[in-house]
């Protein structure tokens, strides 16, 4: 599924991690995140577009703000994520096990 | 509520082996590169083997917890309460049980609800009341 990729890709940088992480708190605006995080603005504006394009956070317009938010079957796409994470993880596991009783 | 996940893997190990495997031992198979803070800077995971012990990744530049033991049964059962990053205050039990020679791992990835509390409190209502209900229809 090219969604789950994306998913993927998108979690798979720590930064992102953080940022959807303090989206999850609550919503923010890109100023916001930024200044929490250490990274630039624009670093931080890149990154939501790719999770935005991973359909993980949405966008709405406050003002002159742009207010970043978890997308509501974002969490669709996190169990998605840890579902190939899981088979990975389960594999090396049981590939030790073999290894080790050969 | 997004449905839990569920994996099942078959190994040639008893479940007392397999659980200290999995524990124990979790540096030899956890994919650290993909999945941790410090990818290849990480030299150890460490699972402490008590209720309410820790599990974390260690670096040159300290230790980053990844959740906490809830439940230490071994070898059958291990409850731990998932803190990392966008899976945080999600539920990950793995039971152990004998199977022909061997044992089988059943990992349950579980609480991909909204992290309000509140919300995941309602929401492990309707888990429990589901699996009642498929339960009751099932004896029906």
Redesign the interface.
């Known amino acids: 599924m090219s969604t789950n990729g994306l998913v993927l890709d998108a979690?798979?940088d720590?930064t992102r991690?953080?940022i959807?992480?303090a989206l999850?708190?609550g919503p923010r605006s890109v100023g916001d995140l930024a200044g929490d995080l250490p990274v630039s603005r624009p670093a931080v504006s890149q990154h939501l577009r790719v999770l935005k394009d991973a359909g993980l956070v949405v966008d709405r317009k406050e003002g002159v703000r742009r207010i970043y938010s978890v997308a509501p079957d974002g969490?669709?796409g996190?169990?998605a994520?840890?579902?190939s994470?899981?088979?990975?993880?389960?594999?090396?596991?049981?590939?030790?096990?073999?290894k080790?009783?050969e | 509520m997004?449905?839990a996940?569920r994996?099942t893997?078959?190994?040639?190990?008893t479940p007392e082996?397999?659980f200290e495997?999995?524990t124990a031992?979790i540096t030899?198979?956890?994919?650290v590169r993909?999945?941790s803070?410090g990818?290849d800077e990480v030299k150890n995971v460490v699972l402490e083997p008590h209720v309410g012990g820790r599990l974390y990744e260690v670096t040159a530049g300290g230790e980053q917890d990844w959740g906490s033991v809830l439940a230490w049964e071994p070898p059958r059962r291990l409850l731990l309460d998932w803190q990392i990053?966008?899976?945080?205050g999600t539920e990950v039990e793995v039971t152990f049980e004998p199977e022909g020679p061997g044992a089988r791992?059943v990992?349950e990835?579980r609480g991909?609800?909204?992290?309000d509390p509140r919300e995941r409190y309602s929401s492990g209502w309707d888990v429990v009341l589901a699996t009642y209900a498929e339960s009751s229809s099932k004896n029906a």
């Open positions: 979690l798979g720590w991690r953080q959807f992480e999850r708190r969490l669709a996190i169990r994520y840890f579902d994470f899981w088979d990975e993880a389960l594999d090396r596991f049981a590939a030790e096990a073999r080790e009783r | 997004v449905e996940i994996k893997v078959l190994v040639d190990f082996e397999a495997l999995f031992r030899s198979w956890w994919p993909t999945h803070y990818g990053g966008e899976a945080c791992v990992l990835h991909f609800g909204a992290s």
